[in-house]
C-alpha cells in the first residue's frame, strides 16, 4: 500500500539548533516528495518538492531536502532553528492511485523552538 | 503574486444546514483540488476539476458536491452538516492539472454547531 510517514508529531529544538523532519513514504515506483508548511490559521506553504532531478533540494527559508532511494525517505532539514520556523510541517507524495494522481500527506509535524 | 483565495475564511453553521464554499484559483490555473483537515489532522483529498470536469474523486461524503465553472472558479456545496464536518477547507489550484504544483489557498474554518 502507499503510504507516508512522519516520524514524530512533535518536535522541540532550541533557536540556532538543527532542525531534523523525517519523512518515510511506501511506494512502488519512484514518486514526487513534497514538504509543506502550515502557520497556525493559515493555509499550506510548499517549502521545496523533489520531481526526480536533483536528490538534494533547497527549499525556502533555508530548509532543504534529500531524496534516499534506499532508505524511502525524504527528510527536511535546516542548519540553524529560528524562532520565525514554529510550524506545522506536513510532507506529502504523489502516489498514483485507481489510475489518478493523487497528493498524500502525511500526518504532520508540530515544530517548536525554544529560545 | 496573486496567490487562491477562498471565501469565506470563516463560517459558522448549525447542524442539518447547508454551505456554500468558494475558490478562485491563480489566474490561468484551470485545475482546483478540495481538501477537508480535521482538528489536528493532515489534509484529505476530496475532488478535483479540470478544465471545468470533475478530474478525480477523494473521500468525499454524498451530502457534498462540488462544481467549476466557466471563469475556472470552484464552490464546495455541503448540505445536511454534522458535527464532525467541521474542518479546515483548502482549496489548492495548479495549471493544466499538474498535481505536483499545487498551489494552496489560505483555507476555510467551518464549524457546525
Given at each position: 500500500?502507499?503510504?507516508?510517514?512522519?516520524?514524530?508529531?512533535?518536535?522541540?529544538?532550541?533557536?540556532?539548533?538543527?532542525?531534523?523532519?523525517?519523512?518515510?513514504?511506501?511506494?512502488?515506483?519512484?514518486?514526487?516528495?513534497?514538504w509543506y508548511v502550515q502557520y497556525p490559521n493559515q493555509g499550506l506553504q510548499l517549502l521545496?518538492?523533489?520531481?526526480?532531478?536533483?536528490?538534494?533540494?533547497?527549499?525556502i527559508n533555508?530548509?532543504?531536502?534529500?531524496?534516499?532511494?534506499?532508505?524511502?525517505?525524504?527528510?527536511?532539514?535546516?542548519?540553524?532553528?529560528?524562532m520565525s520556523d514554529a510550524a506545522e510541517y506536513f510532507?506529502a507524495?504523489?502516489?498514483?492511485?485507481?489510475?489518478?494522481?493523487?497528493?498524500?500527506f502525511?500526518?504532520g509535524t508540530r515544530l517548536?523552538?525554544?529560545? | 503574486?496573486?496567490g487562491v483565495i477562498q471565501s469565506p475564511r470563516h463560517?459558522?453553521?448549525?447542524?442539518?444546514?447547508?454551505?456554500?464554499?468558494?475558490c478562485?484559483?491563480?489566474?490561468?490555473?484551470?485545475?482546483?483540488?478540495?481538501y477537508q483537515q480535521?482538528p489536528g489532522q493532515d489534509p484529505?483529498?476530496?475532488?478535483?476539476?479540470?478544465?471545468?470536469?470533475?478530474?478525480?474523486?477523494?473521500?468525499?461524503?454524498?451530502?457534498?458536491?462540488?462544481?467549476?465553472?466557466?471563469?475556472?472558479?470552484?464552490?464546495?456545496?455541503?448540505?445536511?452538516?454534522?458535527?464532525?464536518?467541521?474542518a479546515l477547507y483548502f482549496c489548492a489550484?495548479?495549471?493544466?492539472?499538474?498535481?505536483?504544483?499545487q498551489y494552496f489557498g489560505p483555507g476555510t474554518r467551518l464549524?457546525?454547531?
Amino acid at each position: 500500500a502507499q503510504s507516508v510517514t512522519q516520524l514524530g508529531s512533535h518536535v522541540s529544538v532550541s533557536e540556532g539548533a538543527l532542525v531534523l523532519l523525517r519523512c518515510n513514504y511506501s511506494s512502488s515506483v519512484p514518486p514526487y516528495l513534497f514538504w509543506y508548511v502550515q502557520y497556525p490559521n493559515q493555509g499550506l506553504q510548499l517549502l521545496l518538492k523533489y520531481t526526480s532531478a536533483a536528490t538534494l533540494v533547497k527549499g525556502i527559508n533555508g530548509f532543504e531536502a534529500e531524496f534516499k532511494k534506499s532508505e524511502t525517505s525524504f527528510h527536511l532539514t535546516k542548519p540553524s532553528a529560528h524562532m520565525s520556523d514554529a510550524a506545522e510541517y506536513f510532507c506529502a507524495v504523489r502516489f498514483k492511485i485507481q489510475g489518478a494522481q493523487k497528493l498524500v500527506f502525511g500526518q504532520g509535524t508540530r515544530l517548536t523552538i525554544n529560545p | 503574486a496573486a496567490g487562491v483565495i477562498q471565501s469565506p475564511r470563516h463560517l459558522i453553521k448549525e447542524k442539518r444546514e447547508t454551505a456554500t464554499l468558494k475558490c478562485y484559483p491563480i489566474p490561468r490555473h484551470d485545475t482546483v483540488y478540495w481538501y477537508q483537515q480535521g482538528p489536528g489532522q493532515d489534509p484529505q483529498f476530496l475532488i478535483s476539476f479540470y478544465e471545468k470536469m470533475q478530474s478525480d474523486k477523494g473521500s468525499i461524503p454524498d451530502r457534498f458536491s462540488a462544481q467549476q465553472f466557466s471563469d475556472y472558479h470552484s464552490e464546495l456545496n455541503m448540505s445536511s452538516l454534522e458535527l464532525g464536518d467541521s474542518a479546515l477547507y483548502f482549496c489548492a489550484s495548479s495549471l493544466d492539472g499538474r498535481t505536483y504544483e499545487q498551489y494552496f489557498g489560505p483555507g476555510t474554518r467551518l464549524t457546525v454547531t
